[in-house]
């Protein structure tokens, strides 16, 4: 008896999310000490952990015989304190890629559809193909959201649309204006989650003011994570903002016990080191730079990216990368996204960038 056909066509169908590589898992590969090679392919904070995330990470560890509180009561106060919402607007998840399964399920089922952009992040499909809905993918623009063609793209049957801002894993960005117009646009029963996991590095002039619009936008779910600038990949630690009704019932299919406790406190205590978050944003415009210049140094194209990675073309993006692992650096090859030629490089510290640029330096000799 073939029990795989026990499951439903759509999950069968599925192709897992394949993540970056582990460090580990190439330094078994090719010989090398873990030590001795940069991993610059999943956009995490080469910095590490906050220094106050990392001291409430030693106080918590004493209490991990006990359950976490299934309610976040305490990670929820200080989402709420930070983002002047009500506690009955925020949806804790085991990283932000959690919410956005969480939403799907609860709002998707076979016959709906979602709207996503062609080259967005490959977690929307997969969050919508695991409720048995339907993907609509749009066209991209210049790499970027068309939200004019997605608000087209919009039917009768459509209950989600994602949006990426900064976009992954091309780096680009929609003004708040266009934004803003969009929201004004979109039916008011469908749902529409921006996602913002790179939202901390935007400039100030650049950013949208979603938690400000949640209010005017009942249909607004505004998804943030701590993976990224906060430096908590491993703890995965992720929210979304909401209205109350949304949120009432995307907690009604959220795992009980869904983010640890070290996660918790760690997500706590990191919100409120505003330090650690400058530091993150002054390393990673200069690793940019660097990064950059040196791709136009060498002719590699490459797109503007508002994130703390970077997308760039070459002819045979396969082979460059082979070159890399060889050479101990890992980026991400994004054939997956249907960009065959095209890798992202994360920012790294400075060492590590440096690297990154002599290894391709050598290799386009």
Known sequence: MDLQALAPAYIRS????????????????????????????????????PPKARAALESAVAGLVRYPD??????????????GVGTDSIVLGN??????????????????????????????????????ARSIEVKARDYGHDLDAMLAAIEPSTRLVFVANPNNPTGTLIKPGELLEFLEAVPPNVLVLLDEAYVEFLPPESKFDSVGQLAAFPNLIVSRTFSKAYGLAGLRVGFGLM?????????????????????????????????????TIKLNQEGMKAITDALARLDLPYIRSWANF????????????????????????????????????????????????????AALD
């Open 95 to 132: 990283g932000s890629g959690d919410l956005l399964a969480l939403v799907a399920r609860a709002f998707l089922a076979p016959g709906d559809s979602a709207v996503f952009s062609e080259y967005a992040f490959a977690g929307y499909p997969l969050a919508v193909q695991m409720a048995g």
């Open 70 to 83: 299934g309610n976040g009561y305490d990670l929820k106060a200080a989402i709420a304190a930070k983002f």
């Open 310 to 361: 970077v997308t760039f073309h070459v002819g045979d993006a396969k082979l460059l990368n082979e070159h890399l692992l060889e050479n101990g650096v890992i980026v991400r090859p994004l054939a997956s996204y249907r960009m065959p030629n095209s890798l992202r490089v994360s920012i790294g510290l400075p060492h590590e960038n440096a690297r990154f640029i002599e290894v391709l330096d």
């Open 243 to 279: 209205h109350p009704s949304v949120a009432d019932l995307v907690n009604r299919v959220r795992a009980p016990f869904n983010v640890n406790s070290l996660a918790q406190a760690a997500a706590c205590a990191a919100l409120d080191d505003d330090e650690f978050i400058a530091r």
């Open 14 to 49: 599925i192709d897992p999310y394949v993540p970056g590589k582990p460090v580990a898992e190439l330094a078994r590969e090719i010989g090398l000490a873990e030590s001795d090679i940069v991993k610059l392919a999943s956009n995490e904070n080469p910095l590490g952990l």
